[in-house]
């Protein structure tokens, strides 16, 4: 297969690229659905680790874990969008910076 | 590499749109190009079954409820950026990310980690017992027990083993491996990947033991399946397993199978057959035959051809027919799916239930609380209007 070409380096390069791009989202942006998108970004950054690796030893396990990190995601993206609903209802903003009702 | 390359491109580039867009509904349409390079790349690296699910779970749904939500919200219209709360964040953040990348870059490159090895899986043992006379055996490797109580014409299922040379000892069932002598010890080799059926044959005063290796890794063909045959007959003689089915067309299976030794292992197709075992050299006297046998795909089939003494010194011909799934293909759903319900059982399940905490969770929090009090708001809101309507009549006349 072509695939096997591709060294398990350049896989996990790619995965820290994209980790990294994920981390500036969650770190520059203010839009809290935008630092959702980013998290995303990590996890998928992760799986294709992940799947590289157990490519690599020949080991399903791997998969496996990225089935669990999926469902992890899919949980929080539906637990999180429904607290930046219920944010928005007090405080029509989705800007995380303006949400300081907990500030003394 | 080009499958990789342009799917690493499809995939960064939408991470960048991600970070860099102002308009939240391109963000999210960039994580869809994230996701579904994403996609390509588990394909390319074999997890298909991770493929579908990424494109069905995460560019699906949950891409759906991003928009729906942003949608929902109006978040969609191009504010201009707030200020960041914290003006160093934005360097800091940038520093770090390159010192990040540029300590992962040189720990992959420079780590000359040994990630040449692929793991093989651990050899797999069993006992097939064809030797007559003999109620039932006990299986032992050097001190440990295999299998225990295995009837004539009877197999145990696949153990799996460490690596390793082991002694391996049969004794008649109930006997003390400590103090009584075995029927037959033999010294096997276990190697990782191999799944050997440790074989007891011949009769009580003179018994022997074959170790057949058989091979469960994936059938490249589609609808094929791997036979092989051991040659137990008390009659010593060497033997042809002949592919009966269809009687214009003979084809011999395994040709000149010497006593205690197994055949070479070959792939069939599936189907329905009917196989005879005849002395080598000679097509007219057919000692045995299966016939009517269904044969399915995947599966590797052991027949052990024997016979077993009857109380009138007459001899029973005994087939033992044993048929075991090849593994899975690695990265099919099969595969996942095995390991999903062996090894990941209970973190399955607690990822379930977390799965149902968070539908619960999200109900709980989406729940609006203040319907009620919005119809009084609306009611409230209408009478200074009704009071206020009559008023400017009232002056007017």
């Not at chain 2, 003390?176 to 799944?195: F, K, R």
């Not at chain 2, 062996?342 to 239930?353: A, C, G, K, W």
Request: proline share 4%.
């Amino acid at each position: 297969m072509e695939a096997s070409e591709v060294s398990i380096e350049l896989y996990v390069l790619l995965s820290a690229i994209l980790f990294i791009m994920g981390a500036m989202g969650v770190l520059l942006r203010r839009n809290a659905i935008l630092i959702f998108m980013s998290v995303e970004l990590m996890l998928n950054a992760a799986n294709l680790a992940l799947a590289a690796f157990a490519r690599q030893w020949g080991n399903g396990d791997g998969h496996v874990m990225v089935f669990f990190v999926m469902t992890v995601a899919a949980a929080e993206v539906a637990v999180g969008l429904a607290i930046i609903i219920s944010i928005f209802r007090q405080r029509p903003t989705t800007n995380v910076d303006d949400i300081n009702l907990l500030k003394g | 590499m080009f499958v990789f390359l342009v799917s690493g491109a499809i995939c960064l580039g939408g991470a960048l749109g991600v970070v860099l867009f102002r308009n939240t509904v391109h963000n999210a349409l960039s994580l869809v190009a994230t996701l579904f390079g994403v996609a390509v790349l588990f394909i390319a690296q074999e997890a298909y079954f991770l493929a579908a699910i990424q494109v069905i779970v995460y560019a699906g749904a949950i891409m759906v409820l991003f928009l729906f939500v942003i949608m929902l919200l109006g978040a969609e219209r191009v504010l201009p950026e707030a200020q960041p709360r914290f003006r160093w964040l934005t360097p800091a953040a940038v520093i770090l990310a390159l010192v990040f990348l540029a300590t992962t870059s040189v720990a992959i490159i420079k780590g000359e980690i040994d990630l040449t090895q692929p793991q093989l899986d651990e050899p797999m043992v069993r006992v097939v017992n064809a030797l007559d006379g003999v109620a039932a055996v006990d299986v032992y490797l050097d001190e440990t027990q295999v299998a225990d109580q295995v009837a004539f014409g009877e197999a145990s299922s696949f153990e799996d083993w460490d690596t390793g040379r082991y002694q391996a000892r049969i004794f008649e069932a109930g006997a003390d491996p400590e103090s009584d002598p075995p029927l037959a010890e033999y010294p096997v080799n276990l190697v990782a990947d191999v799944a050997l059926s440790l074989t007891a044959i011949g009769t009580a005063q003179d018994p022997d033991l074959v170790t057949v290796t058989e091979d469960l890794g994936q059938i490249n063909d589609k609808d094929e399946l791997r036979v092989l045959a051991v040659n137990a007959l008390q009659g010593r003689m060497a033997i042809d397993v002949v592919n009966d089915t269809d009687a214009g067309n003979r084809r011999v299976l395994a040709e000149n199978v010497p006593y205690g030794t197994a055949s070479e292992i070959i792939e069939i197709e599936k189907a329905t057959y009917a196989i005879g075992v005849y002395p080598t050299g000679s097509s007219r006297t057919r000692l045995m035959g299966i016939e009517d046998e269904e044969l399915d795909a995947d599966t590797s089939v052991l027949w052990v051809f024997t016979e077993q003494r009857q109380a009138d010194s007459s001899y029973r011909n005994a087939v033992i027919n044993l048929e075991t799934d090849v593994r899975p293909k690695f990265g099919s759903p099969e595969h996942v799916g095995q390991l999903l319900f062996s090894r990941y059982v209970l973190p399955f399940e607690m990822v379930s239930l977390l799965l149902l905490a968070a539908m619960i969770g999200a109900i709980v929090l989406t729940h609006d609380r203040r319907g009620p009090r919005r119809r009084l708001v609306r009611r409230l809101a209408n009478v200074p209007a009704s009071l206020e309507q009559p008023a400017p009549g009232q002056t007017g006349d």
